[in-house]
């Protein structure tokens, strides 16, 4: 992690998670990853609404489809992107000067700490990166304060793991027979904010009003054949083979490979787009 990203202490294992090997290996394979969400795009954009003048804040940005976009629809304005993954920004920076988006720009931060410019944004938008904050009000409060009044914030995120074929296949693949514990409900992870109650009374805490939910479903694409996404999704999920001795391991990527074989490479997901106003 470079010294100079101002973290919460309470983000700290994110910010070592995001701004090391998952980062890295995030923006070596982003044309993989946007390819996975490109189902999501087009509707996404459409409830962001952004407009030619509009000045937009894209929360954990990645390596940047998304203020890229954003940049582009707001010709006269300008997108910004933050993210705590030095390595996927440097990804982000390299292709917006590749395109010539001279109002696209990108700062390594911890966007539930950053000091954003007051009231500084008509929009906030974030395509699944809002999910891993340790404190989500902090965060969604530190968002608001950064739009101005009457100003939107829109957010995809996942439905629970009922509607995410994806998850559930590769992780019970992996588990290779263990018992996998339930993360908390209220942790940071990709279903942190799945939960409609709990998102109410977090934006609610945090200052937002007007908060809608619209359902999305697409298939997620992870690699061109089996090969390919069991490669992909092995190096995504790796991490899930700590602890299992030698066979174990061997048992969990031969399950993986099983089931995308069988499968093929599309899998069936489930989000919310997200809308909120600040008060």
């Known amino acids: 992690m470079t010294s100079t990203l101002q973290v919460d202490p309470s983000n700290a294992e994110q910010a070592s998670t995001w701004d090391g090997k998952e980062g890295g290996y995030w923006a070596e394979h982003a044309d993989q990853f946007d390819l996975a969400l490109r189902g999501y795009r087009t509707p996404f954009l459409a409830a962001a609404g952004i407009a030619a003048g509009d000045q937009v804040l894209d929360i954990g940005c990645g390596t940047g ?12 304005g300008r997108a910004l992107g ?32 950053h ?71 209220d942790a940071p992870g990709p279903f942190s904010l799945a939960d409609p109650e709990r998102v109410r009374a977090v934006l609610g805490a945090a200052g937002f009003t007007g908060i809608q939910f619209e ?49 093929g490479v599309l899998y069936a997901s489930a989000t919310w787009t997200i809308m909120a106003t600040r008060s």
């Not at 998304?66 to 010709?75: H, K, L, N």
């Not at 699944?128 to 950064?146: E, K, L, Q, S, Y």
């Not at 479903?217 to 992909?232: Q, V």
């Open 82 to 113: 933050v993210d705590l993954s030095d390595a996927m920004l440097r990804v982000a920076r390299q292709r917006a000067a590749a395109e010539g988006l001279h109002n696209a720009a990108f700062v390594h931060a911890d966007a539930q700490v």
């Open 215 to 263: 359902p999305h479903s697409e298939a997620m694409w992870f690699g061109e054949d089996a090969d390919g996404a069991h490669r992909f999704t092995l190096g995504l999920l790796g991490w899930m083979l700590d602890g299992l001795d030698d066979e174990g391991q061997r048992r969990a990527v031969d399950n993986l490979r099983a089931t995308i074989t069988a499968h």
């Open 65 to 76: 489809e998304t203020t890229r976009d954003a940049a582009r629809r707001a010709s006269r």
């Open 115 to 185: 000091p954003f410019p007051a009231a500084a944004f008509d929009v906030a938008v974030s395509r699944t990166g809002t999910m891993f904050f340790a404190d989500p009000v902090a965060a969604f409060r530190n968002i608001c304060g950064a739009l101005r009044p009457g100003g939107r914030l829109v957010q995809l995120v996942w439905q629970p793991p009922a509607g995410n074929e994806w998850f559930l296949s590769f992780t019970n693949a992996l588990a290779a027979g263990r018992p996998l514990p339930a993360p908390a409900p």
